[in-house]
């Protein structure tokens, strides 16, 4: 079923959802002159933050443990759990305007003169930057059925979105110095969280860090000549990547290097092919350690293809922070990589 915004003649949840904040706006309107610019607010909330607002029936019913451990359950690639949203749930009816400036908001919802289940995305409502994904169907059953088939779709829209707003403050304020030496490096221009500062350039290969002890962040760019296909497969983007590192990222001693992770000698990775912007990117999540040393973390990886250079384009970020949580530091980096740009 298509994703759409909701459509004339299917609105009876959305006007549920949104009367107070209706109400609001219209009595703003009537206050304001008649000249006067419509103007909508600044978005609120934390990063990774996330109003889940449920119908009581669909709460007190199996799906509210389907719910929780969509939203909160691990984020894939990291070294411990944490949840994949900082969740805050209300019920329908207990949805007031205080809730209208957010910047993520599911709304799960059962709406019986539905035809069948829907998914509707609705941008910037009230505030901006916000998303506001709605899932609705006319019975539970409808409901659970649509939740297992796109629940994960659903929750990858939002945190693209999350993502998106990370990357747009980032491209207002970003650290001039790697983007100034990667531009001299590869051609292409990315912006770096301000507090990365440090630059290593070698051959078709580029890193900036942080050089912390805690809360170090990361950026590698680098590329290898492409042989016509759509993607590598996982296999050898691992193996492309363990010898990148290897040559470009050693330890302090000779026999120490940047690797990927493995378990019983597979890789810790968790590899997608996604559309962006019209193009195909591979995107790869996974744990680095030091070879012979304690240090790691995780590490997340964009793969793409440019064709007019007939090469392969690697940008990956990656954290060490062995006393913190990671999925903040990791979802900055993501933003980064969503920056890179062909001169």
Same mark, same amino acid.
């Given at each position: 079923?298509?994703?759409?915004?909701?459509?004339?003649?299917?609105?009876?949840? #959305?006007?549920? !959802?949104? *009367?107070?904040?209706? @109400? /609001? =706006?219209?009595?703003?309107?009537?206050?304001?002159? $008649? &000249?006067?610019?419509?103007?909508? #607010?600044?978005? !609120?909330? *934390?990063?990774?933050? @996330? /109003? =889940?607002?449920?119908?009581?029936?669909?709460?007190? $019913? &199996?799906?509210?443990?389907?719910?929780?451990?969509?939203?909160?359950?691990?984020?894939?690639? /990291?070294?411990?759990?944490?949840?994949?949203?900082?969740?805050?749930?209300?019920?329908?009816?207990?949805?007031?305007?205080?809730?209208?400036?957010?910047?993520?908001?599911?709304?799960?919802?059962?709406?019986?003169?539905?035809?069948?289940?829907?998914?509707?995305?609705?941008?910037?409502?009230?505030?901006?930057?916000?998303?506001?994904?709605?899932?609705?169907?006319?019975?539970?059953?409808?409901?659970?059925?649509?939740?297992?088939?796109?629940?994960?779709?659903?929750?990858?829209?939002?945190?693209?979105?999350?993502?998106?707003?990370?990357?747009?403050?980032?491209?207002?304020?970003?650290?001039?110095?790697?983007?100034?030496?990667?531009?001299?490096?590869?051609?292409?221009?990315?912006?770096?969280?301000?507090?990365?500062?440090?630059?290593?350039?070698?051959?078709?290969?580029?890193?900036?860090?942080?050089?912390?002890?805690?809360?170090?962040?990361?950026?590698?760019?680098?590329?290898?000549?492409?042989?016509?296909?759509?993607?590598?497969?996982?296999?050898?983007?691992?193996?492309?990547?363990?010898?990148?590192?290897?040559?470009?990222?050693?330890?302090?001693?000779?026999?120490?290097?940047?690797?990927?992770?493995?378990?019983?000698?597979?890789?810790?990775?968790?590899?997608?092919?996604?559309?962006?912007?019209?193009?195909?990117?591979?995107?790869?999540?996974?744990?680095?350690?030091?070879?012979?040393?304690?240090?790691?973390?995780?590490?997340?990886?964009?793969?793409?293809?440019?064709?007019?250079?007939?090469?392969?384009?690697?940008?990956?970020?990656?954290?060490?922070?062995?006393?913190?949580?990671?999925?903040?530091?990791?979802?900055?980096?993501?933003?980064?990589?969503?920056?890179?740009?062909?001169?």
């Amino acid at each position: 079923m298509a994703v759409a915004p909701w459509c004339a003649g299917r609105r009876s949840v #959305v006007q549920r !959802v949104f *009367l107070h904040a209706s @109400l /609001l =706006l219209l009595l703003a309107a009537c206050s304001a002159p $008649s &000249d006067s610019p419509k103007r909508i #607010v600044r978005s !609120v909330g *934390l990063p990774s933050e @996330l /109003l =889940l607002v449920v119908d009581q029936a669909v709460w007190n $019913s &199996d799906l509210s443990d389907s719910l929780t451990q969509l939203l909160k359950g691990p984020v894939p690639g /990291l070294m411990q759990a944490e949840p994949f949203f900082r969740l805050t749930r209300v019920t329908t009816n207990h949805y007031t305007p205080s809730y209208s400036t957010l910047h993520s908001k599911l709304f799960v919802q059962l709406d019986p003169s539905l035809k069948e289940p829907m998914m509707g995305i609705s941008h910037n409502v009230v505030a901006q930057p916000q998303m506001e994904v709605t899932i609705a169907a006319p019975t539970l059953d409808e409901l659970r059925a649509y939740l297992y088939h796109n629940g994960a779709r659903a929750r990858q829209y939002i945190a693209d979105f999350q993502i998106e707003i990370r990357a747009a403050r980032l491209r207002r304020k970003f650290s001039k110095k790697v983007d100034e030496d990667l531009r001299q490096v590869e051609n292409y221009t990315i912006c770096a969280p301000e507090e990365i500062g440090a630059t290593k350039k070698g051959e078709h290969f580029f890193w900036a860090g942080t050089n912390r002890n805690e809360k170090d962040l990361n950026l590698v760019v680098y590329t290898c000549p492409w042989d016509g296909r759509d993607a590598l497969t996982p296999e050898e983007f691992i193996a492309r990547r363990d010898s990148v590192m290897m040559a470009n990222i050693p330890g302090s001693n000779p026999d120490q290097w940047m690797q990927t992770t493995r378990v019983d000698g597979r890789p810790i990775v968790f590899c997608e092919l996604r559309n962006v912007d019209g193009q195909t990117v591979q995107e790869v999540r996974g744990l680095w350690q030091m070879r012979n040393g304690a240090l790691g973390g995780p590490f997340v990886s964009r793969v793409s293809i440019d064709t007019a250079q007939s090469r392969v384009v690697a940008v990956e970020g990656f954290v060490y922070s062995p006393s913190t949580d990671k999925r903040e530091l990791v979802r900055t980096l993501e933003a980064s990589l969503r920056t890179l740009r062909k001169l």
